[in-house]
């Protein structure tokens, strides 16, 4: 049976690379793919960022892989309309709570980063990020007028227990498969939310987790030595808003925010199945758009990880990450990732270097 995919390439650079990565889908086969519209490009057809429609669809799929969303455009409208709504909707009514965001520099792009090329070289870390939750979501917020005349802006940062649990149970999950380390961040030292964090993480790991190392660090800290020694981590655990801020942090340490996927994962359902959207860390990247600068590995390699983790489809899997590898070891680069004596490219011609390279690979 061909697998359900929703492809959404939202807006900006959206588009551009989800087309690369679906002349790559066509050529792996077994799969029935529906596109439909988010963010900006959901606005402007329907006037919401994500129609109902939308959703629905999403909820039937077996995986949805989306592009991107936002853009200048889209600015000034209030924020219930606004793109990034469409995305947080997404995740929210998928209950996705899960976020992976795994940051490896591929060896050829060692010398890409703004670090040192030692402190990056051979870099593999999983950020695994709590996304339905926290300040995102928490009630009370709003802007409230005051009597004063002043105005009051609210978000509330809150997590339970369940909360809490569900995402440390997948990253010491994911641990047993690596290194067998966990480093929860939190800000314990401010924050009850934080406090309960660190808590709760503790107590699932002395219950069911105890082969795997546990250690706990203020967020501040983490920003630091994610810069200053990053190979020390192996699994990171921690909120929503950290993970989006600690995450941006550790795709750079690999050279490009536009080498850098992401899974986002629900709960197991009764047949071991998650409802899962694989998008790049990047974002829509207004000012590139629509001139083929864009790199669409990013996106492809979110494909992979759709291969990977929703459909135990592991050859076809690492059958892309080899040749992603193979065409950054040639090269062949995009802008962002571009170095003297190497052959720039843009996205079309990134896509069918990849292309090119798996057939190679695979010897077809
Ligand atoms: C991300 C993005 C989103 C977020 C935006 C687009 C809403 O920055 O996926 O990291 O803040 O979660
Ligand atoms: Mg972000």
Redesign the pocket.
């Known amino acids: 049976m061909a697998k359900r995919v929703l492809i959404l390439p939202g807006d900006g650079i959206g588009p551009e690379v989800m087309a690369q990565v679906r002349r790559l889908l066509d050529r792996i086969g077994g799969f029935s793919i529906d596109e439909g519209l988010v963010g900006g490009a959901a606005y402007d057809a329907h006037g919401t960022p994500l129609h109902d429609d939308t959703l629905a669809e999403a909820l039937k799929a077996d995986a949805v892989l989306l592009g991107a969303?936002?853009g200048p455009k889209w600015d000034t409208l209030p924020f219930a309309d606004k793109p990034?709504r469409g995305?947080?909707r997404l995740r929210k009514d998928m209950d996705l709570f899960a976020n992976l965001r795994p940051a490896l520099v591929f060896d050829a792009l060692a010398g890409a980063s703004t670090l040192k090329t030692d402190l990056v070289r051979g870099l593999d870390i999983m950020i695994v990020r709590e996304l339905t939750g926290g300040v995102y979501f928490g009630e009370p917020r709003g802007i409230e007028a005051l009597p004063n005349g002043e105005r009051r802006g609210v978000n509330t940062q809150v997590y339970t227990t369940s909360e809490i649990v569900r995402v440390a149970r997948v990253a010491f999950e994911l641990a047993r498969k690596r290194d067998r380390r966990v480093c929860s961040v939190e800000k314990a030292n401010v924050m009850e939310s934080g406090l309960l964090w660190r808590e709760e993480v503790q107590t699932l790991h002395d219950a069911d987790y105890a082969d795997v190392a546990l250690s706990h660090m203020y967020a501040d800290n983490c920003a630091m030595q994610l810069v200053r020694q990053p190979k020390q981590f192996d699994v990171i655990v921690t909120d929503n808003l950290f993970g989006?801020l600690l995450?941006d942090c550790a795709a750079m340490l690999t050279g490009s925010l536009g080498m850098l996927p992401s899974a986002s994962l629900g709960a197991e359902d009764a047949d071991g199945r998650r409802k899962a959207l694989y998008e790049p860390?990047h974002?829509s990247a207004p000012d590139i758009a629509g001139r083929d600068k864009a790199n669409p590995m990013a996106c492809i390699l979110s494909a992979s990880m759709m291969l990977r983790y929703s459909f135990d489809r592991t050859a076809e899997a690492d059958l892309i990450d080899r040749a992603c590898q193979e065409v950054l070891n040639a090269g062949i680069r995009t802008g962002d990732i571009v170095e003297p004596g190497m052959t720039p490219v843009g996205t079309v011609a990134m896509g069918d270097a990849v292309l090119a390279a798996m057939d190679r690979l695979s010897g077809a």
């Open positions: 969303v936002g990034e995305l947080l989006d995450s860390v974002g």
